[in-house]
């Protein structure tokens, strides 16, 4: 199993649609996670990080799911400019530090 | 605040050539400094990082070489490039205390 797994994609939508991309981690010993977007050609840059309780920043919502090891991003009310690649990353803080990263998704929101 | 830059942006090499790409960070010290390489349609691997001057650890066996000179300088070299080193290069850093990781603008490298 790998370490980290996002949804297979690409995800194709219309304007105003609500998508939900998924992405499962295999290590428990995991302690943070984060989402982060790379718009075409561009380095990654950070989109939010995921807290236990869930979290919230405009139209965007994360979650985390200690027990079944997943993280969530929701996206309402879609928008042309989030037309990206999002990718999910689960870092395992401490002695043995690792950041993992997903493949990424790839979303297109059309007119 | 921080920043992080990476040179060139762009290039095109012979295959045999020899390559080097630098990166800087500014405003942080003792940063962990990271070299990801990106291929077209695949996800981020990481080639090297780096917790301080000197001290490299190799991710992946490949014909490519990272070097860290100073505290914030972390430069990425082969002696003699393969078709397949052709990608997106990301330079990238965090704190030793956090763990956001923060990339550089990425060099995109095509060896033809």
């Given at each position: 199993r790998k370490e980290v797994e996002q949804d297979p994609g690409p995800f194709n939508v219309p304007e105003g649609a609500t998508v939900a991309f998924n992405c499962t981690y295999?290590?428990?010993?995991?302690q943070s996670f984060f989402w982060y977007r790379q718009d075409c050609r561009k380095e990654p840059k950070l989109l939010m990080s995921v807290y236990s309780s869930g979290n919230e920043d405009g139209r965007f919502t994360a979650q985390l799911n200690r027990a079944s090891q997943y993280i969530s991003l929701l996206i309402r009310d879609?928008?042309?400019?989030?037309?990206a690649t999002y990718l999910c990353v689960v870092n395992r803080t401490g002695a043995n530090s690792k950041l993992t990263f997903g493949k990424g998704i790839t979303l297109s929101v059309r007119p | 605040s921080q920043t992080i830059h990476q040179w060139p942006a762009t290039l095109v090499q012979p295959v045999g050539s020899p390559l080097s790409l630098e990166c800087t960070v500014e405003g942080t010290s003792n940063p962990n400094l990271y070299w990801y390489r990106q291929a077209a349609g695949r996800g981020l691997q990481l080639l090297f990082y780096s917790v301080g001057i000197g001290q490299i650890s190799s991710e992946v066996p490949q014909n490519l070489s990272a070097s860290r000179p100073q505290d914030r300088q972390f430069i990425l070299s082969s002696k003699k490039l393969l078709l397949s080193d052709s990608g997106f290069y990301l330079c990238a850093w965090t704190l030793l205390s956090g763990n956001t990781i923060y990339f550089g603008e990425g060099s995109w490298l095509t060896v033809v």
């Open positions: 295999s290590n428990s010993a995991s879609s928008k042309l400019s989030d037309s | -």
